[in-house]
């Protein structure tokens, strides 16, 4: 089992929420992906739940298929365990030499919740644990604490009920600002629960994201806005009054949803991403966005749109089954850069996308959650200056038929490559803009 788990189910304030939910679920999706040559069944379980509205209703745009529900009600029918499970650990906090009553400073505010103080560095040292931030001492625990852990306990008790093995992985993906509360977290979970999917515990750092020449902090839901009103702006210029048709709406946030989650993943998710909120390149004409791809989907979609109804109309005959056509007709350098760097490394790709490293010392693990995005981006590019400049659909002479329908062949795989990529990212391709 991979659970993916942030630290907190808070409203997506700023930008570094979003990072590490595309993260999260784009691990989820991969590992989960049917097109994975994963030797084993992989369940996944995503927590915590989303109880606010507006978070839900961001990651829903970003087409993110994240958990909601109220606190504590993330997975099936554990809303009702959660209490026994806190209980539990409450009754583990008792037994544990790690932890001390709780005393209040002179001059402090009570915690109502507040429950003990834990010593995370002695157990780090007893434990010989490595990978862990030196400054961990004491950490105060709360109600709200052991409900986290409660969940997370529900996750692996589901999983492991559900026949998948009694090896769980865990994996929490939290910003860089969150990394020093959850390696509280975690040895928390050590102390009361000694477990060997608690020793498998892992950390995916996401970098911080910034922006560029701010007025005032940006939140979550105006990031999308703002990316949706440049998307429709780029789209009324380019198509006119087309793009403003009702029909336009769901293209238009397809082409947000894409260009956000490019522009959140492309980037290694160790290193920091800086946005300009101003810059147009998001459009279509940006090569380096994934309205881009998108547009270049839409590109094969209608081409085999105009071939179908030509064959329809009785302009080109049918196309033939790929054994019967002649490949060495394929003479352009277009076609065998499509062919050797996109269509025979797609498998590979897919592969070490969905990859987690094997577990090693420490904490920190790393993930290749950019690597779909940079290989769509570049097939893109190079799909599109061989499209821009060859003539697929020639004129109806049988003469010129067996290199028309071996580049349909060769395109026809591209278009194949484009779906499933795509798929991994959670985006539906796109059949006409």
């Known amino acids: 089992m991979l659970g993916a788990a942030r630290s907190r189910a808070a409203m997506l304030s700023?930008?570094?929420?979003?990072?590490?939910?595309?993260?999260?679920?784009?691990?989820?999706?991969?590992?989960?992906?049917?097109?994975?040559?994963?030797?084993?069944?992989?369940?996944?379980?995503?927590?915590?739940a989303l109880a606010d509205e507006g978070s839900r209703?961001?990651?829903?745009?970003?087409?993110?298929?994240?958990?909601?529900g109220s606190a504590g009600s993330a997975l099936p029918d554990a809303g009702s365990a959660l209490p026994d499970a806190v209980s539990a650990l409450k009754r583990a906090l008792g037994r544990s030499p790690c932890a001390t009553g709780h005393e209040q400073g002179p001059g402090t505010?009570?915690?109502?919740?507040?429950?003990?103080?834990?010593?995370?560095?002695?157990?780090?040292?007893?434990?010989?644990?490595?990978?862990?931030?030196?400054?961990?001492?004491v950490l105060l625990v709360t109600e709200g604490k052991l409900q986290a852990l409660a969940e997370l306990q529900q996750a692996v008790l589901q999983c492991t009920a559900g026949g998948q093995g009694s090896c769980c992985s865990i994996v929490h993906v939290v910003s860089c600002e969150e990394e020093f509360q959850q390696q509280q977290m975690d040895l928390l979970w050590r102390i009361l629960d000694p477990g060997a999917h608690t020793a498998l515990q892992k950390h995916l750092i996401c970098g911080p994201v910034k922006v560029t020449n701010p007025s005032s902090p940006i939140r979550a839901d105006q990031y999308f806005q703002l990316r949706r009103r440049q998307m429709y702006e780029a789209s009324v210029m380019k198509y006119g009054e087309l793009?403003?048709?009702?029909?336009?709406?769901?293209?238009?946030?397809?082409?947000?949803?894409?260009?956000?989650?490019f522009e959140m993943l492309s980037t290694a998710h160790r290193s920091q991403i800086t946005l300009d909120l101003e810059n147009s390149n998001i459009s279509t004409k940006g090569t380096k966005s994934g309205a881009f791809v998108m547009?270049?989907?839409?590109?094969?979609?209608?081409?085999?749109?105009?071939?179908?109804?030509?064959?329809?109309?009785?302009?080109?005959?049918?196309?033939?089954?790929a054994s019967e056509l002649d490949f060495s007709c394929l003479r352009e350098e277009g076609e065998w850069l499509l062919l050797f760097n996109y269509l025979l490394p797609f498998?590979?790709?897919?592969?070490?996308?969905?990859?987690?490293?094997?577990p090693s010392k420490g904490i920190r693990i790393t993930a290749n959650t950019e690597t779909v995005c940079k290989f769509l981006i570049q097939l893109s590019m190079d799909f599109s200056s061989y499209y821009n400049r060859v003539h697929i659909l020639g004129e109806p002479f049988p003469h010129l038929f067996?290199?028309?329908?071996?580049?349909?062949?060769?395109?026809?795989?591209?278009?194949?490559?484009?779906?499933?990529?795509?798929?991994?990212?959670?985006l539906a391709p796109l059949s006409q803009i």
Request: glycine share 6%; charged share 20%; with cysteine.
């Open 243 to 261: 793009a403003q048709d009702e029909a336009w709406t769901e293209v238009i946030d397809t082409l947000t949803a894409a260009a956000i989650r």
């Open 347 to 358: 498998p590979e790709v897919l592969q070490q996308a969905a990859q987690l490293p094997p």
């Open 402 to 426: 067996d290199q028309m329908f071996a580049r349909l062949r060769l395109l026809g795989a591209v278009r194949d490559v484009f779906h499933s990529a795509l798929a991994t990212l959670h």
């Open 109 to 137: 505010a009570p915690l109502p919740d507040a429950i003990c103080t834990v010593r995370l560095k002695s157990f780090v040292e007893q434990q010989g644990l490595v990978g862990y931030d030196p400054n961990l001492d």
């Open 14 to 48: 700023g930008l570094d929420g979003p990072r590490g939910h595309l993260g999260g679920g784009h691990i989820h999706h991969s590992a989960r992906s049917p097109r994975q040559r994963v030797p084993r069944k992989v369940g996944v379980r995503l927590v915590p």
């Open 57 to 68: 209703e961001v990651l829903r745009q970003l087409r993110v298929d994240w958990p909601s």
């Open 295 to 321: 547009y270049n989907c839409a590109r094969l979609a209608t081409l085999f749109d105009t071939y179908q109804r030509a064959v329809e109309q009785g302009t080109y005959p049918p196309l033939p089954p």
